[in-house]
């Protein structure tokens, strides 16, 4: 782009066109993973970039390559990116055990971060040899790698279904995977703290090209060169994780991080030349790393394993949102203020949002969200003429749970039953409330809807010990030997 259109906003659309389609597409891709067989996705994926990647390279190759052609088959790449991305890293937690998990992710991200900075510098070195299309055919010789390594090696263990449940349905999936991140503190936390990282931070991804080209007046060749510095910092980052992680709590870690990556833009602006360009470029490498391996990590660690595609789906469209509409608002900005100001202008904003958002606390150690639950659900009584009405029909259920809570335990009552309420959405309930009898002020009734016999037997199966201890706790403040009694409803399609 920027031999066939060299503006700061042109430039910048190549990026937006690589990312807002996972934006677009987190919720679909992530749903589509947790349903779908991940290897067999994984290679249609594959083979999708494939197709877009060989028709760059013909297009290429016959001297028609106009901007609007490239956008459109860089956003045709994105897609196949979009769908293969929540497939990929929800895979990797089924190759380690939970205490090697951190470590593992961290090692994914280092070797996609590798790759996001190598990538390019190779195709860059290739592109200032050979041409586009050598660059192009390489980067579809890529796929059709990937596509053969998975189809011939790679295999999942296979997904234990719900006793005599259908499978979940696409469009409940993807309500249920939104509804789970938000009910989710630590995943709706590391999702607001990702906006801010990687929004500032994808100034340097969106301006770089044009910077090497404008400012420093370099080549293609030293565009590369500049990337592959960039992946050299998180390679040592990678090496340094460790050490980094012994030594701070991953609040101040993400932090650091996204300081490191804006103080490193700003003699990039200040002082504009080689020997300034190659080390702040090796700090930025650093701390890219370090911040995007640690977000993602909290994700995949706090995710548990029926929706975490659908959780990482999230997570990716917010990295591709903010790394899309980032390089927008500076390629914009840099048609405006010139490129050196735009630079200094998301350097600064990056140090001063990091500091900002550090006040949204992550925790330094994540309880493992697959543990079993440490009670059992209620049994519920079904009468026998509703029996086939229940398992026929679409309609929906609501659960009525009758708490008897003395008037001074009501506070505390309360607290716990918030901590309820975020469980029953993460499991797929809907409509959740709380409400007091006013003839009797010890009478609390919880209620909250189901999509249907199915979902609900679906939410039972993802109980987990975090869920049951949230109950326990609530039912802790009531009196009585006898539980809380739990009503069924089925709710007629007129009301």
Not at 439 to 457: A, C, G, K, Y
Request: charged letters at 10%; glycine letters at 8%.
């Amino acid at each position: 782009m920027t031999d066939l259109a060299p503006s700061p906003i042109m430039v910048s659309l190549v990026q937006a066109a690589a990312q807002l389609p996972v934006l677009l597409l987190a919720l679909p891709a992530g749903a589509i993973a947790d349903l779908m067989d991940r290897r067999r996705l994984l290679i249609l994926t594959n083979l999708l970039m494939l197709v877009a990647s060989a028709i760059l390279a013909m297009v290429a190759a016959v001297g028609n390559v106009e901007p609007a052609e490239l956008l459109l088959l860089t956003t045709l790449l994105a897609v196949g990116a979009a769908l293969n991305g929540p497939a990929w890293a929800a895979s990797v937690p089924l190759t380690v055990p939970r205490r090697s998990l951190a470590q593992a992710l961290v090692l994914n991200s280092v070797g996609f971060n590798i790759a996001r900075a190598i990538g390019p510098a190779i195709g860059g070195l290739i592109l200032a040899v050979s041409g586009a299309t050598a660059a192009f055919a390489a980067n579809a010789a890529s796929f059709a790698f990937v596509a053969l390594v998975v189809g011939i090696f790679l295999t999942f263990p296979r997904k234990q279904a719900t006793n005599n449940v259908p499978p979940e349905p696409f469009q409940s999936a993807m309500r249920i995977g939104l509804a789970y991140a938000l009910a989710e503190p630590i995943i709706r936390s590391t999702l607001v703290r990702s906006v801010a990282f990687f929004g500032c931070a994808s100034a340097i991804w969106a301006l770089l090209p044009l910077y090497v080209r404008q400012v420093l007046g370099f080549s293609s060749a030293s565009f590369g060169l500049m990337m592959g510095v960039i992946g050299a910092g998180a390679v040592f980052g990678g090496l340094m994780m460790p050490a980094l992680n012994r030594l701070f709590p991953r609040n101040n870690l993400i932090f650091l991080a996204g300081a490191a990556c804006g103080v490193s833009l700003v003699p990039l602006a200040i002082v504009p030349s080689a020997e300034t360009a190659y080390p702040a470029l090796f700090v930025f490498g650093i701390g890219w790393i370090v911040g995007a391996s640690n977000l993602q990590a909290t994700v995949q660690l706090a995710a548990a394993p029926w929706v975490r595609a659908r959780a990482l789906a999230l997570y990716q469209a917010i990295f591709n949102g903010a790394m899309g509409l980032g390089a927008i608002l500076w390629g914009w900005l840099g048609d405006y203020a010139g490129l050196k100001g735009t630079i200094l202008a998301a350097g600064l904003a990056g140090c001063a949002i990091a500091l900002l958002t550090r006040a949204i606390q992550l925790p330094a150690e994540i309880d493992d969200p697959s543990a079993s639950a440490i009670t059992d659900p209620p049994a519920l009584v079904i009468a026998e003429e509703m029996a086939p009405l229940l398992h026929s029909s679409r309609h929906r259920l609501r659960a009525a749970i009758s708490y008897h809570i003395d008037s001074s335990d009501a506070p505390a009552f309360l607290v716990a039953m918030a901590d309820v309420r975020l469980s029953r959405y993460r499991d797929g309930a809907v409509g959740w409330a709380l409400s007091r009898d006013v003839s009797n002020p010890m009478h609390w009734v919880e209620t909250f809807l189901i999509r249907d016999w199915h979902e609900l037997q679906r939410g039972m199966d993802r109980l987990n010990l975090a869920d049951s201890e949230a109950v326990v706790r609530a039912r802790s403040y009531h009196l009585g030997k006898e539980p809380p009694r739990v009503t069924l409803l089925l709710q007629e399609k007129s009301a």
